[in-house]
């Protein structure tokens, strides 16, 4: 979200982090426009649009986790961060299983080869 001027910014971003709580720190850089937004450091972040409705996201812009999936917006912060880290869940999971499924028969190859040249030099 945008604010009027720095100072409302750092207001703005101060109450959201209290409403959060800890660890939530606040970030507030000019970008045509005061932003503001409340972040847990290499982990995730959560903002307010113009709306009052708020969204979040996992990571950070440059990490491998960075995760914002499209979701619905949600009255309350902590609704919205219950949103992204539920779909970040579902994803990871998946990524996991399909990871998973891929490294098995690999695995399972190697270990035969291991046997077999065990076998081979005994």
Not at 37 to 55: C, E, K, L
Request: charged share 25%; proline share 6%; hydrophobic share 45%.
């Amino acid at each position: 979200m945008r604010a009027a001027t720095k100072r409302d910014a750092y207001r703005l971003a101060a109450e959201l982090c209290e409403a959060l709580g800890e660890p939530w720190e606040p970030v507030v850089f000019d970008n045509i426009g005061w932003v503001w937004y409340a972040r847990i450091p290499g982990v995730a972040s959560i903002h307010q649009r113009n709306d009052g409705t708020y969204y979040a996201s996992v990571g950070e812009p440059g990490t491998l986790a960075m995760f914002s999936e499209s979701l619905p917006m949600t009255r309350t912060p902590v609704e919205a961060v219950s949103m992204v880290a539920a779909s970040y869940r579902r994803c990871f999971d998946a990524f996991v299983a399909e990871q998973t499924a891929m490294l098995e028969p690999l695995e399972r190859y190697l270990e035969t080869m291991r046997k077999a040249a065990k076998l081979e030099t005994t």
